[in-house]
């Protein structure tokens, strides 16, 4: 039996950023989606100038030129309070924020709020849950073969799920939430359990597979996690630069 959170509301997430760094890399863009059974209720999207130059690697995923962010984005304080409001609202009411890989997008918007106020998430009132299809499939599916396996565009295909606007905010947020539904409903360990205890399962599973995977890199000589990188969905350093 379905649990009752599958069909109840949640809030999808998604930044498109300045790098990869999540504790010093800053959005671009951003989405908050609010689905209910599975079908898109609302949405807010914003292109966001993020007060520096956008490189040109990540222009070329995001399509988000420095230019077009000058001319067209929020900025970056205005952006930083809107989406740390409406996560701890969703995060007050019960309301899991639901994305594909959200330790990096959560990290940096914990880091950006500390470097605006020198309060992070936590300080904020947010305190979960979140529902995360990439530490699930990790859990559920151990071995999958080939370089990207686990990236959301190659997982959505398996599903059958279309993403009309991949590396779009809007369009990943979405996509990560139609298959969270499809993981509940082919996994048990997902769709019949209580949304609290999934939050608490899916850090538990993110540290397995986190200590696994550091074993396997330090057995083969590569550089092990940092201390944070075990924590989860919050990787937490607090010295930063300003904006």
């Not at 205890?197 to 850090?203: E, I, R």
């Amino acid at each position: 039996m379905m649990a009752a959170w599958v069909e109840s509301e949640w809030l999808a997430f998604d930044l498109e950023t300045t790098g990869i760094d999540k504790h010093h890399d800053v959005p671009v863009s951003f989405a908050l989606v609010t689905l209910e059974g599975g079908e898109v209720v609302a949405s807010r999207y914003s292109v966001v100038d993020p007060g520096r130059q956008i490189p040109e690697g990540a222009a070329a995923v995001h399509g988000i030129s420095t230019e077009q962010a000058q001319a067209e984005g929020i900025p970056l304080e205005e952006a930083v309070g809107e989406i740390a409001g409406v996560l701890v609202d969703a995060s007050k009411r019960g309301v899991p924020v639901v994305g594909f890989n959200l330790s990096y997008d959560l990290t940096m918007m914990d880091a950006c709020c500390r470097r605006l106020d020198g309060r992070g998430l936590v300080e904020r009132g947010w305190a979960g849950p979140v529902l995360d299809p990439l530490v699930m499939d990790k859990e559920l599916v151990r071995f999958r073969k080939g370089s990207g396996s686990r990236k959301l565009e190659r997982l959505i295909v398996e599903f059958g799920i279309t993403n009309e606007a991949a590396h779009d905010a809007r369009g990943d947020a979405v996509a990560s939430a139609l298959l969270l539904r499809k993981f509940a409903e082919k996994y048990p360990e997902v769709g019949e359990v209580d949304l609290d205890q999934l939050y608490v399962n899916q850090a538990q599973w993110n540290t397995r597979w986190a200590g696994e995977f550091n074993d396997y890199l330090m057995r083969n000589g590569k550089p092990g996690f940092k201390d944070e990188e075990f924590e989860w969905p919050l990787q937490i350093v607090t010295e930063g630069r300003l904006f």
